[in-house]
């Protein structure tokens, strides 16, 4: 199909991940950016803006105060330098902030860049905290009521189990039909040389045997702890056709926050703020859900896929677990989710995992788990640094075409 | 090192906004902030959305039943730690209070066997002399 709107292209692409890279963040980052850089086929000297689009923003590691920005580190003569970050929406975050750069003509060419060392921080010297990476402290908002326990939980488990056991309570979902989730993802990921848990197949009778983490959470519910880095490059659709790689255009984007109706409204806790995202995201687009070819979904939790693919329309509220378990989302199914093996089996770093595999599925450049003819891609986030028991207020929706 | 999680909370921590629902603790009173117009309460506290040119002076903290009913549930089998490993596995809980908001916490001791959406649940206070404060944790009902 024609796309609507396409002013705007991804034109570089850098990702890699593993596990003890023993690297800090920032390094990590710079690296993802160079990469992206040489993969557009420009050179440092073109790329005039950059953007630090990071997951969370002073809490974490190397990730606000007094620290050294990865343009600096890599030696890019931008003429701007800005950090954005609210959980995992911060790609998406990243693109409208550089999309309006370039409108403006602030830049020609602009980098967008993430990295964590999130497994060399769980299991170096910064895993000793006794109650793990609390954010606590004066002027952060804290409630104090985090410290109940909360903050011990491994993973982030502990904020998140609670919408899972809401979802099984009003709709019946199983601890099976996450394990039909998880098993959807992993059969991605062995697709995918490059995934962390690639070469590992599972079954639902694995997932149920792994440990429990936070009940009603398996420790196969929870995505990865990875070392990793992304980094695109944005531009203009008439500089994009002079590079090397196809462009990959920014068709829609979308945010929806129901933090304005959080705690008092009960239904948040088995949806996302999916519709209005969704709503500005098609719009601008010009798409129907039947034209996205796949979906690269935020997945901290194997109830968030469900959660997702039931509020954008794939199935109706509350038969997500069924989908899934019907392998609808597998290799092979109705719609393919998170082609990479998503967070949960290709490696972790908020909303750019879905989005770099977006672009590899546009570009054709999936191998194995190529999804034929792929043309329209939906990415999504979750984020927001929402006190407990909040979930995760915002969610971002990008639709790239190409 | 033994590690207390209790003596780790401390007012440091806390946002100028919270200080009076912690303060209400310490006097075994369990505090929401309530709007002064329609009465409804609210978790932590916000402005009432029901009234256009609600001020923060229309809201004000008041003593609640400290009751309600479990909305949502998980229970805690790992930690990031060994020094709470001895309490595990533990509850943590939604609590849909009676007065309406939902409020996040713990069930004290080890989680019971058969939690279950619905169950009623009540405050139960924990007094810490090392750091002054009370902790709000839930208990169910008997």
Known sequence: MAAANQKFAIVGLGQFNGRGLAKSARTLQAEAARLAIADAGLDKKDIDGAINGLGVGGSMPGGGGWVD????????????????????????????????????????????????????????????????????????????????????????????????????????????????????????????????????????????????????????????????????????????????KPPVYVMGLGFGDHARQQWWDKTNYTQLDVAPAKEAAFKQAGIQLEDIDCAQFYDCFTAEVVFQIEDYGWCKKGQGGPFAAEGAMAPGGIIPVNTGGGMLSGYYLFDYTGLAEAVVQLRGEGGARQVKDAEIALVTGHGGEMVIPGMCSTHACAILGR | MAMNWRQTVVPDMFDNDIVPFWNGLKQHKFMLSRCRHCGAHYWPMALCPKHEDNTFDDMEWTPTSGRGKIFAWEVVHKVKTPAIEHELPYALVLVELDEGPIFATRLAGRSPPGLTIGLPVEIAYEDVPETGLTLPLFKLST
Not at chain 1, 82 to 92: F, L, M, P, Y
Request: charged share 15%; net charge neutral; with cysteine.
């Open chain 1, 69 to 244: 920005s990865f343009s600096r580190v890599l030696g890019l003569p931008t003429k701007f330098y800005w950090t954005v970050a609210r959980g995992g929406t911060a790609s998406i975050i990243g693109i409208v902030a550089a999309t309006r750069a370039l409108e403006l003509g602030l830049a020609d060419y602009v980098v967008v860049a993430c990295a964590e060392a999130a497994w060399s921080n769980s299991h170096g010297k910064l895993a000793t905290s006794p109650l793990g990476r609390g954010r606590a402290g004066r002027g952060n908002y804290s409630l104090g009521t985090e410290m109940l326990g909360f903050s011990a939980a491994q993973t982030a488990a502990g904020l998140h189990g609670f919408f899972a056991t809401r979802h099984m309570h009003e709709y019946g979902t199983t601890s099976e039909h996450f394990g039909a989730v998880a098993v959807s993802c992993r059969e991605w990921a062995n697709l995918n040389p490059t995934a962390q848990m690639h070469g590992r197949p599972i079954t639902v009778e694995d997932h149920q045997n792994s440990p429990m983490i936070v009940e009603p959470y398996h420790l196969l519910d929870c995505c990865l702890e990875s070392d990793a880095g992304v980094a695109i490059v944005l531009t203009t659709a008439e500089r994009a056709k002079e590079l090397k």
